[in-house]
């Protein structure tokens, strides 16, 4: 974005103050890799993220998940990337995440 330009709308909607994600999103669910925003659903049956696919995470603050319904947000643009910064990396199960 150019200096003065607005901000798109549905930008800000979804990415901004008070936006979809600050109030959707537990921030304890808010996992964050290499740019990409994804969030920990509960596992209650029916239809999952990615497809109930198995995912291990690890959080740069030391915790660990791993979830069958992991949802994807899409990429955080770079002018919101101090809001929503990379908080963890995906890992294989034999690294120590147990499921």
């Known amino acids: 974005m150019m200096p003065g330009e607005e901000e798109p709308t549905d930008v ?5 103050p008070g936006g979809y994600l ?3 999103v537990d921030p304890a669910a808010r996992v964050v890799v290499d740019g ?3 969030a920990i659903c509960g596992n209650t049956g029916g239809f999952r993220g990615h497809g109930g696919r198995r995912f291990d995470i690890a959080f740069h ?3 660990t998940a791993t979830t069958r319904n992991l949802w994807h947000q899409g ?3 770079p ?11 995906f890992v294989q199960a034999q690294e120590g995440v147990q499921a």
């Not at 800000?12 to 901004?16: A, D, R, Y």
């Not at 002018?79 to 990396?89: C, F, I, K, L, V």
């Open 12 to 16: 800000l909607v979804f990415w901004g």
């Open 22 to 24: 600050e109030g959707a």
């Open 36 to 38: 990409e925003h994804y």
């Open 61 to 63: 603050d030391g915790r």
């Open 75 to 77: 990429t955080v643009p």
């Open 79 to 89: 002018e919101w990337r101090h809001r929503y910064p990379d908080n963890a990396r």
